[in-house]
């Protein structure tokens, strides 16, 4: 027990002297003007929220969930903007349950300007308007943030896990409430690798590919899908062999269903397997 | 701006040569009648442990014949999670971190993780760290291009280019051993400084390298430049257009080959790279060609500014004068009541950033590398994320290798220059 201690002592790292302060987002109020900050408060009032100042010359501004499409549309295409470089889209998970931000971060060639265009979303509403059809360089990006912290963009064309593996059961890493080592043991991740099956590793798209359209169509309109190899899973986009070995009993304890995305009406694949 | 567009003394019909005389390779293309063979497509995987994938890279293509009809890239098996562990270590602790992401071009990442810290925390470091960063970071822009250019000419079949830019390297190597002990995962950076100051001789062993690195370079050339078998594999591969390459979110020499000046040391300077005199190598085809040139000409770009900066090496410290950034030196610490303080708060404690976040982004080898840092004012970040250049080139693939040979697919995926470590994280 005092190794793990210990143990834990290293993993967790350095401890800071004092706790961190309530409210982070709070910054001196003298922002000096943005010109496209000025511009958004005109256009869209409501919906573009604090404007704030962070390292001597990065302008955030926070904007309404619900109106992040059109104002990102409008930063890119107006030419008195023009921000035709979607530098990064990430997640900031601050833990605790704050509401989890969506950072985009814009860069304009033409008039040399950076913005840096910020969504609060509330941990039982992750869900987001997608900016792919602005920025192709968003499928990856927004399919990371979907993998690592759970939020789903609607009108994305293919949201599934990137980074982690798709059956996994585990929930969503870069969330603070996940712990640093994963939530299964090694034995259960060991075991749940090892049970699976070549087909596995395909999607359902990719298990289509080179198969002649007609003789699809014939097999999805036939006989019972009794022989189908597989199950899928909505969540993650995950599929588990319903012929496959039983996963581990012990393993659907962990509520994985509750680190999910909100709105995910997914079946969760471990209680699956169980009811087979 | 100062940009160059690179001028082609070749003509761009791989039959024929530099000279205007028919270069009798194996690339004259066949004029047969296709032959029906049916319409039934194939499912190939490609990896994920496959040399010509550049790591542990898995595409599941859809091919007709020869034909690349589709591919859907899997990435994510290299994934270590890197951005987690860094919220659970001190600022200084996540530098190791960094390295082990692109382990080409690592001094690229130490600094860029730094600086965004150094940026956040309102700390300008003394002129002769950021010369030495600066050579570095040319560097290694040279060591990642050098790699970039002998596992390249590796896939299209020449092997003799691959042994010069390793000959190169090892020199490079050794560089690094002398500066910080490691060969590979150099973690040589500090907030503040450096983890330590150029050892003696060390400058002199740099411009040496640099002096003679052109040599190599004009035999690459000569060997790749106007190859006509190279020139088939290259030109008029993977073409993407300006505008679509700005809206893929391409970076770097991959973005300057379709014709985009685009570079972070002109756009947005740090480090007075405003007043080092080099060009930005920009294409007009935006093919896997155009991509070889851009970066040969880069690696020559950045001697020139690694021989101005070792012109201007300012003497003096290279670590900031704050104790509670900079650790004391071992001597202090063992004499002086107040350094060994700030060493043991230092090492139990870590340094504290303030609440608040800052973006900064580099010209990585491999494209504009960013890192973004997000602080609740204690001793470890909150986030730390980073851009990757190459998980972003790499998105492109599918729309880069449509219609294109399976082997052209493999030259494609060479030409974006992707590192896998840096892909997953």
Redesign the interface.
Known sequence: MADETLFDAV????????E??ED?TS?PAEVPAHPSVAALRAKFGDAVGAHQL???D?H?VFVDSDHIFEVLEYLQQEPDHHY?????L?A????GGKPIQV?Y?LWS?AH?R?L?VKVELPLDGLTVASVEPL???A???ER?VYD?FGVTFEGHPDLR?????DNYAEGH??RKD?P?RGRFSRAEQTRRALGLHVEDN??D???E????PQLVAEESDGSLPGDAPTTVGPMDGSRVRTDGPPMDAAASDIDVAADDAAGDDATDPVAETEKE | MSTRTVEYAVGRTPEMGVDGQPAYGPMAPIDLPEPELGS????INIGPQHPATHGVLRL?C??DGETVV?V?PH??YL?S?F???GE???WN?VVPLTDRMDYLAPLIYNCAYVMSVE??M?IEVTERCKVVRVILMELDRIFGHLLWLGTTAIDVGAFTPFLYAFQEREKIYTLHESLTGARITTSATRVGGMMADLPEGWAEACREFVNELPRTLDEVDYLLTTNAIHLGRTQDIGVISAE?A????FTGPNLRASG?P?DVRK??PYYDYETYDFDVPVGEHGDCYDRYLCRMEEMRQSMRIIHQALDRLPDGPIDIDDPNVVLPSKTDCMNDMESMIHHFKLI???I?AP?????F?VEGSKG?L?M?V?S?????P??W?V?PPS??NL??IPRLAEGHLVSDLIMINASLDIVLGEI??
């Not at chain 1, 967790?12 to 002297?17: A, I, K, S």
């Not at chain 1, 035709?84 to 990064?88: C, G, T, V």
């Not at chain 1, 590919?209 to 002649?212: C, F, P, S």
């Open positions: 993993e967790q790292g350095p401890q800071t002297r004092h961190a302060p982070l910054v962070h390292a001597g990065e955030v035709e470089f979607l530098l990064d990430t900031v998970d601050y833990g950072v971060q060639m040399h950076s840096r920025w192709r360089t499928d990856w990006l990371e690592l896990r990137i980074l982690m593996p890493p870069l996940f640093l395909y999607t798209m990719e298990m590919l080179g198969r002649d | 039934e497509n194939m499912l599941v859809e091919l589709k859907i990435i994510g994934h999670g951005e987690k562990l659970y270590r001190g602790q940026k956040l309102g679509d700005i809206n893929c979110g985009v685009y756009d947005r139990t404690e870590g504290e609440v608040g976040e800052s973006w982004s504009e960013g973004y997000v609740d004012g204690g001793s470890k909150v986030r994320r851009r998980f972003v998105s492109v997953d994280r």
